[in-house]
């Protein structure tokens, strides 16, 4: 395998980063790419920050096995926490989800008021506040755990005519809205299945998905390290640590397509 078509590695805490995996493969549909879902943790963002970076080592040491050429980190709690601890740990060029959303939020901002839509551990870190005054010193940035949202998603309630997913939604949003904010970052892997419903209960606001924009960094970052592969097609392997067969099951909701390939359960 020649340098260009090394694998692009993604690992999540369970299936919710197929959005950004997904996004990858639309964005850059010439890349080999492997997927690790860690569905015998999840979710993360009820952990500790120990337990959480733990987990990322043994995640990010089971794609390392393989030939790669970038990693991404496509779980927001996992980039909020571990990711300095990945940097200093592991010779890859890493990227993560928080950084690209919060220089887009910082930049899209018409009043600098933001909101953030997130899990208990990534509104714990505060990553998302450092990140968007790094590009907007002037943004006030107002941050909420949203507990409710995964396990309602995982479930596969998240469509905008679901009276229990907007009855949910308006509870978080309003608590947001009292701030007078004009952007929403969805700052978790899951939150993007919701943009529709989320989108009807505030039409005015600005949405910014984490996964778009994290696929958009890293398709620059390669292009300017002249690092994309140009060959026909690509290859897609997917991996978990728990029940592979609902993973498979759920994955067309979360990538937008059917899996191209088997989804294989290891130890790790």
Same mark, same amino acid.
């Given at each position: 395998?020649?340098?260009?078509?090394?694998?692009?590695?993604?690992?999540?805490?369970?299936?919710?980063?197929?959005?950004?995996?997904?996004?990858?493969?639309?964005?850059?549909?010439?890349? *080999?790419? /492997?997927?690790?879902?860690? !569905?015998?943790?999840?979710?993360?963002?009820?952990?500790? $920050? &120990?337990? #959480? +970076?733990? =987990?990322?080592?043994?995640?990010?040491?089971?794609?390392?096995?393989?030939?790669?050429?970038?990693?991404?980190?496509?779980?927001?709690?996992?980039?909020?926490?571990?990711?300095?601890?990945?940097?200093?740990?592991?010779?890859?060029?890493?990227?993560?989800?928080?950084?690209?959303?919060?220089?887009?939020?910082?930049?899209?901002?018409?009043? *600098?008021? /933001?909101?953030?839509?997130? !899990?208990?551990?990534?509104?714990?870190?505060?990553?998302? $506040? &450092?990140? #968007? +005054?790094? =590009?907007?010193?002037?943004?006030?940035?107002?941050?909420?755990?949203?507990?409710?949202?995964?396990?309602?998603?995982?479930?596969?309630?998240?469509?905008?005519?679901?009276?229990?997913?907007?009855?949910?939604?308006?509870?978080?949003?309003?608590?947001?809205?009292?701030?007078?904010?004009?952007?929403?970052?969805?700052?978790?892997?899951?939150?993007?299945?919701?943009?529709?419903?989320?989108?009807?209960?505030?039409?005015?606001?600005?949405?910014?998905?984490?996964?778009?924009?994290?696929?958009?960094?890293?398709?620059?970052?390669?292009?300017?390290?002249?690092?994309?592969?140009?060959?026909?097609?690509?290859?897609?392997?997917?991996?978990?640590?728990?029940?592979?067969?609902?993973?498979?099951?759920?994955?067309?909701?979360?990538?937008?397509?059917?899996?191209?390939?088997?989804?294989?359960?290891?130890?790790?």
């Amino acid at each position: 395998m020649t340098d260009k078509n090394r694998y692009i590695g993604i690992f999540d805490s369970g299936i919710g980063g197929l959005t950004v995996a997904g996004s990858i493969m639309r964005a850059l549909p010439h890349e *080999n790419v /492997i997927y690790f879902g860690d !569905t015998a943790h999840l979710p993360y963002g009820t952990k500790s $920050e &120990k337990q #959480i +970076r733990s =987990y990322c080592r043994k995640d990010v040491s089971f794609l390392n096995r393989y030939d790669l050429k970038a990693l991404v980190i496509a779980c927001n709690t996992a980039d909020s926490v571990a990711r300095e601890t990945l940097e200093q740990e592991f010779d890859l060029p890493i990227y993560g989800v928080i950084e690209p959303a919060s220089r887009k939020a910082a930049r899209s901002t018409l009043n *600098n008021r /933001i909101g953030i839509m997130a !899990t208990s551990a990534t509104v714990r870190s505060g990553a998302y $506040e &450092k990140m #968007i +005054r790094k =590009y907007n010193p002037d943004a006030e940035v107002f941050s909420l755990a949203c507990p409710l949202l995964v396990p309602l998603v995982e479930n596969g309630r998240y469509k905008k005519d679901d009276i229990v997913v907007t009855t949910i939604l308006r509870e978080y949003i309003e608590q947001l809205t009292v701030h007078d904010i004009d952007t929403i970052v969805l700052g978790c892997t899951h939150y993007p299945l919701l943009y529709d419903a989320i989108r009807s209960i505030v039409p005015y606001i600005t949405i910014i998905s984490s996964s778009d924009a994290a696929a958009q960094t890293l398709k620059k970052a390669l292009k300017e390290k002249n690092d994309l592969s140009h060959e026909n097609g690509g290859i897609h392997k997917y991996f978990v640590s728990d029940d592979a067969e609902h993973f498979h099951e759920n994955a067309l909701v979360f990538i937008g397509e059917d899996l191209i390939g088997d989804v294989e359960q290891v130890n790790i």
